[in-house]
């Protein structure tokens, strides 16, 4: 069975940092893309950040290339989403996802979700 389990988020000033964790579990990690997406209340689910089997591809939504930078340790199973410059409008729930099918910025593409942490940045 299937485990990602999400830590690192929390309230943040504007400007300020934060980096997610994501601890997996279940299969063969190395195997397997992994993604970032976000969602803000009343919006629906978006794509943030991908990594290729081998971190040797990365991928970013727009709005925050240049400010997160997404990177993986398979040695220890996890995926990393570092986030600096954080504004209001990164403030939702970050979901971590594993294997996609098709498209990286698709959510119906991924297989696995983990439970979500919450990232608020204040103004």
């Known amino acids: 069975q299937v485990q990602l389990v999400e830590s690192g988020g929390g309230l943040v000033q504007g400007g300020g940092s934060l980096r997610l964790s994501c601890a997996a579990s279940g299969r063969a990690f190395s195997l397997y893309a992994m993604g970032w997406f976000r969602q803000a209340p009343g919006k629906e689910r978006e794509f943030v950040a991908a990594i290729s089997w081998n971190g040797g591809r990365t991928y970013y939504a727009d709005s925050v290339k240049g400010r997160f930078t997404i990177s993986r340790d398979n040695a220890n199973n996890t995926v990393y989403l570092q986030m600096n410059s954080l504004k209001p409008e990164d403030t939702a729930v970050y979901y971590c996802?594993?294997?996609?099918?098709?498209?990286?910025?698709?959510?119906?593409?991924?297989?696995?979700w983990g439970q979500g942490t919450q990232v608020t940045v204040s103004s």
């Open positions: 996802t594993q294997d996609s099918k098709f498209d990286y910025s698709d959510p119906r593409s991924w297989t696995y």
